[in-house]
């Protein structure tokens, strides 16, 4: 398991146990950073390991427990970064893994900032981004409704007449077309004058003016 680091940040950070060469139990706690054969890091990618000897402080804790410190300059590096600390006449090789994210990363998941969302990354169009951008931070509300009322009225009535999709706005205009009236029944056409769009039941009084048609 890796241990996070934030980017070109100073940190100080636990490492071990360290424990004796010989029994592989017993805690060795006087080992100093100046004095082991080798302590430094592998960055990622890296095929050396960077002397931090004369920059660390090794500092022992508890039971071969130790801190390092890193500085700015040992985080710099995004990617996986392993600390290893050797000494052959005194303990065990000692490695810790860390990975090395950028601030913001580390800050979201080790802290209060909030995880940064490019759209134009998301979506592949730079422009459709600026525009739900301007729609959502207050700038656009007034051009993005006229926009979709001024889309409504282009749209063709053929567009509403379906009687699956029809709305009372759409059936409304239609009444205004071509119908006929046949016994108690009132149809309704499609703008085409043929297809049906509707039809509505009619009540008859023989007392009143008959009619047969609208036109």
Known sequence: ????????????????????????????????????DEIGLYKHEGT?????????TLTHRA???????FSETDTNTLGRLRFYLRDDSICLPVWEDFLVVTANVFDSLCGSDKLD???AEVSGDSAAA????????????????????????????????????ATSLAALVLAAFESAISG??????????????????????SGADPIVAVT
């Open 1 to 36: 398991m890796a241990f996070l680091a934030r980017q070109s940040t100073a940190t100080t950070v636990p490492v071990g146990p360290c424990v004796d060469k010989d029994d592989g139990v017993t805690p060795e706690t006087g080992l100093a950073a100046g004095t082991v």
């Open 48 to 56: 050396s390991l960077v002397d931090i000897s004369g920059t660390t």
């Open 63 to 69: 039971g071969g427990m130790y801190t390092a410190t």
């Open 117 to 119: 969302t490019n759209v």
């Open 130 to 165: 600026d525009n739900l951008e301007a729609l959502f931070d207050g700038t656009g509300y007034d051009a993005a409704e006229q926009a979709i009322a001024d889309e409504v009225l282009k749209r063709g009535i053929s567009n509403v007449e379906d009687v699956a999709n």
């Open 184 to 205: 108690g029944t009132w149809t309704i056409y499609k703008t085409n004058g043929v297809s049906v769009f509707t039809t509505k039941g009619v009540t008859t009084d």
